[in-house]
């Protein structure tokens, strides 16, 4: 008996022939020189008149066997499908990580679901954002954000002051060069908060979400290796359709 897998790995191709079989079997009835035959001959009107050979062309496509041969390639394809749909029903597998069943008894294409949500789940909490980590965090429970601890600085400002390079004289006047000091004036205390994660909590989700892909992976697998039954479903569609 064979297995879900095996099928789809059929499928595939069952499909691609089908393709192929139907565009050719399309291109032989749009010629209508192929379907058309035609068969003369040539009587002169007396004894001694011209005598010429008969003319005949045979039809090289008879469209009811065109539509055996469209029957039968989507006969294959429709039993496979069929068998393939049929199965997808009845195959199911728990997924598991690490002992613990986070999911039971899920169907096959809920599995392929989840596949690609997990997928792009990784994509999103690859990129959460981190917290600066030349920064020392803490938890404040009061907002549940994270904060620094409190880092003081000083304000200044620039004031002018004048240096004489050159004492006035009786003929010059004084040389004086203003420059600027920053003074202190008062003080900045400084907390910085944020709403960011830290790099060990992003790491740890992403670890989760890897180990629930690679846990589904393994039960699809499972799933796909469940036996199923030949649904012969294309005989009768095509009974019906072409009979």
């Known amino acids: 008996m064979a297995k879900l897998n095996q099928i789809i790995a059929v499928e595939k191709g069952v499909k691609s022939k089908s393709?192929?079989?139907?565009?050719?079997?399309?291109?032989k009835v749009q010629k209508p020189a192929l379907l058309a035959g035609i068969s003369r001959t040539y009587q002169p009107k007396d004894e001694e008149g011209e005598q010429l050979p008969p003319e005949s062309t045979r039809v090289q496509v008879q469209a009811e066997d065109v539509l055996r041969e469209v029957s039968g390639?989507?006969?294959?394809?429709?039993?496979?499908?069929?068998?393939?749909?049929?199965?997808n029903c009845l195959a199911r597998a728990d997924v598991t990580v690490e002992g613990r069943t986070i999911v039971a008894d899920v169907p096959v294409g809920y599995l392929l679901f989840l596949e690609k949500q997990l997928a792009e789940l990784h994509g999103f909490v690859k990129k959460l954002p981190t917290l600066?980590?030349?920064?020392?965090?803490?938890l404040d429970p009061s907002t549940d954000w994270w904060k620094t601890d409190a880092v003081r600085t000083i304000r200044t400002k620039k004031v002018p002051r004048n240096h004489v390079k050159a004492e006035a004289t009786e003929k010059h006047p004084a040389q004086v060069e203003v420059y600027y000091e920053d003074?202190?004036?008062?003080?900045?205390t400084t907390v910085k908060f944020s709403g960011a994660l830290p790099a060990r909590r992003v790491n740890e989700l992403v670890d989760r979400v890897e180990k629930l892909q690679q846990a589904v992976k393994f039960a699809r697998e499972e799933a796909n290796g469940t036996e199923v039954t030949d649904k012969r479903v294309g005989e009768a569609v095509f009974g019906y359709l072409f009979g």
């Open 73 to 87: 390639t989507l006969t294959r394809l429709f039993d496979v499908t069929a068998t393939k749909d049929w199965a």
């Open 183 to 188: 003074v202190p004036i008062g003080y900045w």
């Open 132 to 138: 600066d980590a030349a920064e020392s965090w803490a």
């Open 19 to 27: 393709l192929q079989d139907i565009n050719a079997a399309h291109a």
